[in-house]
């Protein structure tokens, strides 16, 4: 047996445990959490901003936020009135569940409603670590490019929606949306898919609708009733 | 001592003594090459094929590319009528010396003057990783932001040159070129740094002219006169 696919074994593993445990501190503080990915500039703090804007007046949110280096986005969380931790994972090009693990400790989670965690911006690795969160989201964008579903499909694959941000700009690129989200549906037949622009707004009401849907069956799942306070 | 450094470290230096034999087997054939890297979308095909138009005529040009998945970049150098392999690395968020070893082997190496490396779309892993060319070169985009250089630092560190795509769409954009090119300065002093567009074809004159000088100043370095042919 090759040895070294025993150790990358054993760390995955080692993470899955531990995302395991991050889920039981959110359940037990019933947070509904979401993860984020994109690749870099695709506008993830964009979309964690405007959701902030949509939801903060009914809902607490609070920001988690992976980045090599900088704090320039967990500052952005932080501007609007938001707890927010930054991690700098230190050359690291994606969060794990340990990273969460001790940037949940800094939170006080029962004052948390919605729990929103931006990964470090790689269209590669992110996929392959389990950060005990509810929900995984993929922030696409349209200057990307409409063949990346086909190229990256590690990433595309087994989240819970895509998003495509920068729709405003689509006059300007030769972007094939059809072609885009068939590659969604091959991977993901059936998946939530939203285009959407944090400049513009269109498309925002749907994301925060759908959003908003998504907490609230969290609650009823854990017994409780209502719409994400 | 910990036990998982030391495993990276050997790793990293099995690559870096690869990445040399690499770079013999390029100097013995007089074959100067480039590792492009790049966000996913940045447009690293497109400056390719690009760079292919502009030179093809009197320098013979070979591509290698590495993706996830797809033959989709490879086949589109192939349309240009050069000698393009396609690595797809089965999920590996990077290029490594080894790939290229083996895509190397592909090649008629006696019959090329230029080579372009087509890296995976990452804005952190492929840094970590020689490969033995001549020169690294970072395509940024405006699309991705000004922001850039100072939360992936890694990447934008020890590069030979960056290029800024996409300038033609820079009026859509909240792009700040003297906070970006501040960014890349601070990380390397001096660098060569070149706004283009593949689209518009802006700043492509001085992109391939410099690439023409490189090349010319590395046959000189080899002990041969002349412009690449």
Redesign the interface.
């Known amino acids: 047996m090759n040895r070294?696919v025993t150790?990358v074994e054993n760390i995955l593993s080692a993470n899955d445990q531990i995302a395991e445990r991050n889920r039981a501190t959110l359940d037990s503080n019933r947070v509904f959490s979401v993860n984020l990915m994109a690749?870099?500039?695709a506008g993830k703090t964009s979309v964690i901003t405007s959701t902030v804007a949509a939801l903060q007046q009914d809902t607490r949110i609070a920001g988690i936020d992976g980045?090599?280096?900088?704090s320039?986005d967990a500052d952005r969380m932080a501007a609007m009135g938001i707890p927010a931790v930054q991690i700098n994972t230190g050359?690291s090009?994606h969060l794990d569940a340990l990273m969460l693990n001790k940037a949940l400790e800094q939170l006080s989670l029962a004052d948390v409603d919605l729990l929103l965690v931006e990964n470090?911006?790689?269209?590669?690795?992110p996929s392959s670590f389990a950060l005990g969160v509810h929900l995984n989201i993929l922030i696409a964008?349209v200057?990307?490019?409409d063949?990346?579903p086909?190229?990256?499909?590690?990433m595309y694959q087994g989240v819970d929606a895509v998003l495509l941000n920068?729709i405003d700009?689509l006059h300007?690129?030769d972007f094939d949306m059809e072609y885009f989200e068939l590659g969604v549906q091959a991977l993901n037949p059936g998946l939530m898919f939203m285009p959407i622009s944090c400049t513009s707004n269109e498309g925002m009401d749907k994301w925060i609708g759908w959003l908003r849907q998504q907490a609230a069956d969290y609650l009823i799942s854990l017994g409780e009733t209502g719409a994400i306070r």
């Open positions: 070294q150790v690749s870099p500039g980045d090599l280096a900088t320039i050359g090009c470090v911006g790689n269209l590669v690795c964008s200057p990307e490019g063949d990346k086909y190229k990256y499909p590690g920068k700009v300007a690129f």
